[in-house]
């Protein structure tokens, strides 16, 4: 399914000559009919010799409705260009040619139209001249140029001919399987509801699916399709196409909204581009420049921040950022066109490198403009590394949609990535794009790696007296701590480096270390411990014998047990009190706190303390006075 779009000067015959060809006059305006001139959009529909349909978007030639021309010539397979034969080449003849190149339209077919209007050859020789000379460089310097007259009908079916010509090399659009129409139309039909048309791209529609009207994030339901004036189930990529949504008011969608399924993409407000300038424009683009955006049917304000250099000049190509008023649905290669806002004026356009970037950029930074060259003219593979890099780390699917790349074909290049060893992948997950596995390159997930081991190696020296690091003050001390966090920390504790335990973190082989004091104080605490092992010093008595640094090692290192604010026990002690606590309750049934005191010939403090730490840890369940095993 193709689409050829008509470009040319105003009252050069567009409309006419699509009537003549299809039998359908474009225009549908009242307010057209009768000025003679296209104002907005008309379509029609071409069935070429070869029996091929095609859709036809006629254009507006006239100045003040260019900017409605650019809606409608994004989608296009090749362009029908029109020069009035009693005219020539006009201002916007020459600003439409910009335009079809600026957007990469691929050549077409030339009508030169009114030949009936001339009478002398040698002035329609002429025109074709300057036409080729106006041509030469473009994509339409090699193509065909039909003499025609609409009103007479001559070399009409000559003109269809030209047309499937120029089709027959296209090929076809592709089907990513990521349907996007831009509306560049939106009503509503009596008995229908909302009807919006456009080109669709990159995948198909078809009756009953669910739909997002982006950047809105209204959702609606595909209720029927038509191309080329017919009913259809399934509408296919390249197809001008009518959609008739349910659940969705005409109101709620606008020309310069895109159609697609939910969740499949994400509005942008800033774009990372290459940009050229068309020679011969009135002044450079400097940086922070004001500019009119178009792209797909939008248009919006928006400010470009030039990279590298401080302005972009006439014919010239360069980076940039560009900072939108209003949010766009665009991926990777998308192109558009920029216009000055006042005098109007179409001064350039390009394309986009990457539609998400994270953040501004700094503008002179080498790294920024070695990434932008490589997602611009590098290999699939070059732009996967990139948009992983852009995200940082990411799903298969999020990285797929950053790339710009059919699920798919970046599913295919990530798989070849992760063989060479040049992905990251925690607990080597499967790679799908269904999948949630967490994927980064190596080299990223190895510089989070080294700031780990660093962090845990300085909070070892800073603190010579803690066992380790509690897990998530660990990760709030990595700034921005990755979607992985959790995966590198098991990796580093599988392959020996760190030790992760109880909720703390330290490095494999840490030994904690205390002076020659503090390991005289300790041995005299544990000597006291040991002397009355069930009624031992209290907690304010432990810290102050060996200070409360020392203290929480202890306790760190399991040396010592705390059951309450005021009890602690040494472990081994806590072991033995717990076995013969549980030997009590199973010879008669439960224990008590007074027969527990009596048992350790210790004081009430210390029974209570321990009996209901037993509870805490659901080793025993309170019945009254007493306690029965769990």
Do not use: C
Not at 107 to 132: N, Q, S, Y
Not at 200 to 206: A, F, I, T, V
Not at 373 to 381: F, H, M, P
């Amino acid at each position: 399914m193709r689409v050829i779009g008509t470009a040319g000067h105003v009252d050069h015959g567009k409309s006419t000559l699509v009537q003549a060809l299809t039998g359908t006059h474009p225009d549908r305006l009242k307010e057209e009919r009768e000025r003679e001139m296209t104002i907005d959009l008309g379509f029609a529909f071409l069935t070429l010799p070869n029996g091929e349909e095609v859709g036809i978007v006629d254009v507006p030639g006239h100045r003040d409705f260019i900017e409605n021309m650019l809606a409608g010539v994004g989608g296009i397979d090749a362009a029908l260009f029109v020069v009035a034969a009693d005219e020539g080449v006009m201002p916007q003849t020459a600003e439409h040619l910009a335009i079809l190149n600026l957007l990469k339209i691929p050549g077409g077919v030339i009508a030169l139209t009114k030949i009936d209007m001339v009478d002398d050859p040698d002035w329609l020789d002429l025109v074709e001249h300057e036409l080729r000379q106006k041509m030469s460089g473009t994509a339409f310097a090699e193509a065909p140029i039909v003499r025609v007259s609409a009103r007479r009908g001559d070399r009409i079916p000559d003109l269809a001919d030209e047309i499937a010509r120029a089709l027959g090399d296209r090929p076809s659009r592709p089907d990513v399987a990521r349907p996007r129409l831009p509306v560049d139309r939106v009503f509503s039909m009596p008995g229908f509801g909302t009807v919006v048309t456009g080109t669709l791209s990159d995948g198909r529609l078809q009756v009953g699916d669910e739909v997002e009207i982006y950047p809105t994030g209204i959702r609606g339901r595909v209720r029927g399709l038509q191309s080329h004036n017919r009913k259809e189930e399934s509408a296919q990529p390249g197809s001008r196409t009518a959609v008739n949504i349910s659940g969705v008011n005409h109101d709620q969608i606008q020309r310069g909204n895109w159609i697609g399924h939910p969740g499949q993409f994400e509005a942008t407000w800033r774009l990372d581009v290459q940009l050229e300038l068309l020679p011969g424009v009135s002044l450079p683009l400097k940086h922070n420049s004001e500019v009119k955006f178009f792209i797909g049917a939008a248009e919006t304000i928006g400010r470009v921040r030039v990279l590298g250099n401080e302005s972009i000049t006439g014919g010239e190509t360069g980076w940039a950022q560009i900072e939108l008023r209003a949010p766009v649905i665009a991926v990777r290669g998308d192109r558009f066109v920029i216009r000055r806002p006042s005098p109007g004026e179409t001064i350039g356009g390009g394309a986009v490198v990457d539609p998400h970037p994270a953040r501004r950029h700094r503008r002179f930074a080498p790294a920024v403009l070695e990434r932008l060259a490589a997602l611009a003219g590098g290999t699939v593979e070059e732009v996967v590394l990139q948009a992983i890099q852009s995200v940082g780390a990411g799903t298969a699917r999020e990285i797929a949609s950053q790339s710009g790349l059919e699920g798919g074909q970046a599913l295919a290049v990530l798989q070849q990535l992760r063989e060479r060893g040049a992905l990251w992948v925690p607990d080597d997950e499967e790679i799908s794009l269904a999948g949630s596995a967490v994927i980064t390159t190596r080299s990223y997930a190895e510089t989070w790696e080294a700031r780990l081991l660093t962090l845990v190696a300085q909070f070892h020296l800073q603190n010579p007296l803690r066992r380790g690091v509690p897990r998530e003050e660990l990760k709030g001390r990595l700034a921005a701590a990755p979607p992985f966090f959790n995966a590198l920390l098991n990796r580093n504790v599988v392959e020996g480096k760190l030790v992760h335990e109880k909720g703390l973190v330290w490095e494999a082989g840490h030994q904690l270390k205390f002076s020659s004091a503090q390991k005289l104080d300790i041995q005299h605490l544990l000597d006291s411990f040991a002397a009355n092992p069930y009624a031992p010093p209290s907690v304010k008595q432990a810290q102050e014998a060996v200070g409360e640094a020392v203290y929480a090692v202890l306790l760190e290192t399991d040396q010592l047990i705390q059951v309450s604010p005021e009890v602690v026990f040494r472990t081994m002690d806590y072991a033995a009190m717990l076995a013969e606590t549980r030997k009590m309750i199973e010879q008669e049934g439960h224990v008590s706190v007074a027969s527990f005191r009596d048992r350790f010939q210790t004081s009430r403090k210390y029974a209570l303390g321990f009996l209901e730490y037993l509870d805490a840890k659901g080793v025993t369940a309170r019945d009254g006075d007493l306690r029965r095993l769990r």
